[in-house]
């Protein structure tokens, strides 16, 4: 993985096959659209984020603002999935950071975009974010995100039952971890 260039005073996190940059308020659009489509239904059945949330993060510009970093996911020239990393007061420890992604079109999934986006997140958090722990939650039967976590180090360390809501009740989720001792022994797979 490479480094990264600046945008609006925020380092451009630069893969190999993606770059990971602030939102911008063109972005706020494309996010919205892409999170009201049908297959953002089955992956999140959650409403959208509030436009001023979006627009929010657009005026963040890639930096820690209430409690959240938000990022879009570039890859062949265009915006493919938006990734976060959330520090809710009161509810994480300081130095403990929830992970979240969304690729937005079927087909960039499996290509490992997802993979790489997540990798560039996480060395930012422990590098320069002063993490101590990385978590992300996934669907128990989400069986690609799953095979993601443990390929990128992140270790399971349980399951929440009846833990996301659905059109039709609740569904359980598994919970998967990286310390800051597993970063520092971790390396990229090739």
Do not use: K
């Not at 974010?129 to 992140?154: H, I, K, P, S, Y």
């Not at 399971?156 to 659905?166: A, K």
């Amino acid at each position: 993985m490479a480094g990264g260039r600046l945008s609006r005073g925020v380092a451009v996190l630069q893969g190999e096959r993606v770059a990971l940059r602030p939102y911008t308020p063109e972005d706020v659009d494309l996010v919205e659209t892409a999170m009201r489509s049908d297959d953002a239904r089955v992956w999140n059945p959650l409403s959208p984020p509030p436009r001023h949330e979006l627009a929010r993060r657009a005026d963040a510009g890639g930096h820690l603002s209430e409690g959240r970093i938000d990022l879009i996911v570039e890859a062949e020239g265009r915006a493919v999935g938006e990734i976060d990393a959330r520090q809710p007061r009161f509810c994480l420890p300081p130095g403990v950071y929830e992970l979240g992604i969304t690729l937005f079109a079927p087909a960039d999934r499996g290509r490992g975009y997802g993979r790489e986006a997540i990798a560039l997140l996480n060395r930012r958090l422990f590098e320069q974010e002063g993490g101590a722990r990385v978590e992300l939650t996934t669907d128990v039967d989400n069986g690609a995100m799953r095979a993601v976590a443990e390929r990128l180090g992140f270790r399971l360390e349980g399951v929440l039952r009846s833990f996301m809501p659905t059109m039709n009740g609740r569904r359980d989720y598994a919970m998967y971890a990286m310390t800051r001792e597993d970063w520092e022994t971790w390396t990229f797979p090739s």
